[in-house]
């Protein structure tokens, strides 16, 4: 089952704008995690977020985390054309003592130079 | 460091017909991972090793599917027989140390075609 889900599921901008994403969950969680894929290629992990964090930062990326809502943001500031992937959040779950990442169905942007 | 290698990248096989893959986690990781994504949406969970035992498969299908890690390092993903649901990507990732509250290294994947 997939937990997180992705809002919006598509996203067209131009270069230069920034990009918001939003995932939504519905378990406790430890931690959240964004990953991007380009076309046919891997995931490749982005940021981690941590439960009693708020608010993280990666260069030009924001991560929020609201554990109330259950939700969190990933904004890309100024965005490039190599920005144009598919980027998933990931929920990292207990399980048996492990962790288990589940990913939602993810967000397609495409930045348009 | 070298990342995490998967073999073949593309499969076409008819249905019925049997396939494996093959990963190599980075180095020295403990936790190997194995990932069905279908197209357009989201990699779902179906195996997860820690050194070479099982600690989660629940949503690994049995009948047909079947994995294992030997020594701790390779894994080879199989299933027999293929059905046309099962066109996916396969995608293998690994963690250092029981992955809490870390990230996944992911291979490449590879892209199965069942006709």
């Known amino acids: 089952s997939q937990q997180g889900e992705e809002d919006p599921q598509a996203l067209s901008i131009q270069e230069g704008e920034n990009a918001t994403m939003n995932c939504s969950y519905k378990?406790?969680?430890?931690?959240l995690q964004w990953y991007r894929q380009n076309s046919g290629r891997g995931l490749v992990h982005l940021i981690l977020?941590?439960?009693?964090?708020r608010e993280k930062h990666s260069g030009r990326l924001r991560v929020t985390l609201d554990t109330s809502k259950k939700s969190s943001s990933l904004l890309i500031t100024a965005s490039r054309a190599a920005d144009t992937a598919s980027y998933f959040c990931?929920?990292?779950?207990?399980?048996?003592?492990?962790?288990?990442?589940?990913f939602g169905a993810g967000t397609r942007l495409a930045v348009h130079p | 460091e070298a990342g995490v290698a998967q073999s073949p990248r593309y499969k076409i096989i008819e249905k019925r017909q049997s396939v494996a893959f093959w990963c190599n986690p980075i180095s020295g990781h403990a936790t190997l991972y194995w990932y069905q994504q279908i197209l357009g949406q989201g990699p779902k969970l179906l195996i997860q090793?820690?050194?070479?035992?099982?600690?989660?498969d629940s949503q690994l299908p049995k009948d047909r599917f079947s994995a294992e890690r030997l020594k701790g390092v390779d894994s080879t993903l199989k299933i027999q027989p293929a059905k046309l649901e099962d066109s996916a990507v396969y995608l293998c990732a690994s963690s250092p140390a029981g992955g809490r509250g870390s990230e996944q290294y992911f291979g490449p994947g590879t892209r199965l075609t069942v006709t």
């Open positions: 090793f820690q050194n070479n035992g099982v600690v989660d």
């Open positions: 990931a929920t990292d779950a207990p399980s048996g003592g492990y962790n288990k990442l589940i």
């Open positions: 378990t406790s969680i430890n931690n």
């Open positions: 977020i941590r439960s009693n964090e």
